[in-house]
Nanobody, 121 residues
Framework: QVQLVESGGGLVQPGGSLRLSCAASGSTFSIDAMGWYRQAPGKQRELVAAISSGGSTTYADSVKGRFTISRDNTKNTVYLQMNSLKPEDTAVYYC???????????????WGQGTQVTVSS
């Protein structure tokens, strides 16, 4: 059983910073891409940032230059450093990972439970 456990959300003032973490545990033969999505009330879930197993990154235009995604493959963990936060960044942030649990099986998509980020004065 694979689990993605997120931490690091909370309430922060505009202009502030937060760092999200997501650790994969359980039977993980290999982890391919990892990423962060977010969903604001009344809106669709959207990709925030993603990182490949080799370290290539992609970002939503709205967070470029403010957010940084990174990963520690030795800890099966992905991070999202969020700086210069704006009220429009308020959302539930979800961790996502493409994981092979056994060599003979295709990779599957896994999601974390979500962590709330609220940017407000």
């Amino acid at each position: 059983q694979v689990q993605l456990v997120e931490s690091g959300g909370g309430l922060v003032q505009p202009g502030g910073s937060l760092r999200l973490s997501c650790a994969a545990s359980g039977s993980t033969f290999s982890i391919d891409a990892m990423g962060w999505y977010r969903q604001a009330p009344g809106k669709q879930r959207e990709l925030v940032a993603a990182i490949s197993s080799g370290g290539s990154t992609t970002y939503a235009d709205s967070v470029k230059g403010r957010f940084t995604i990174s990963r520690d493959n030795t800890k099966n963990t992905v991070y999202l450093q969020m700086n210069s936060l704006k009220p429009e960044d308020t959302a539930v942030y979800y961790c996502n990972a493409l994981i092979k649990i056994r060599i003979e099986l295709p990779p599957q998509n896994y999601w974390g439970q979500g962590t709330q980020v609220t940017v407000s004065s």
